[in-house]
């Protein structure tokens, strides 16, 4: 029998172990949304400005689902369907230079669809930065709550 070989692939994150309230002995729950590609213009070259390219959203939210657990209705959620629609018209209406910029504003437009969510990890990546390396990906994760 062959040995045992174990492999472990980068990710860039694990749900579980996001956003834990510090307050809080149990960390909240969450709704994970990753892989969310879509195109978009951001940038500051020339060719970016005029352009879009390929990008993809990774997306934690932290929310209560004690009662969706247990009712099993769509109300007591939330719609990440309506989620994804923001993010889209965000990347198709911003436009901005910086991808960072462009992270802060989908979480301000995520914050806007229900206000059931607490908080959230975003992380917005260039599928095609340009730059002469040879680089999967160029991207920036940020963490906001909601205001009180």
Known sequence: MAGNLSVKLPALWNCADLMTDRDSAQPPDQICLH?????????????ERVRAQP???DLDLSVDLVAAG????????????AICDA????????????LERLAA?????????????DGLQISVAK??????????????????????
């Open 55 to 57: 990008l993809q959203i």
């Open 70 to 81: 247990s009712s099993d209705a769509l109300t007591d959620t939330v719609d990440y369907g």
């Open 127 to 148: 599928l095609r930065p340009p730059v002469p390396h040879d680089l999967a990906s160029s991207g920036v994760t940020i963490t906001r709550r909601r205001s009180a």
């Open 105 to 117: 504003q989908l979480a301000a437009a995520v914050f806007s669809v229900d206000p059931r969510i």
């Open 35 to 47: 892989g969310l590609r879509m195109v978009g213009i951001v940038g500051v070259l020339p060719e």
């Open 87 to 98: 993010l889209d018209e965000t990347v198709r209406t911003a436009q901005p230079e910086l």
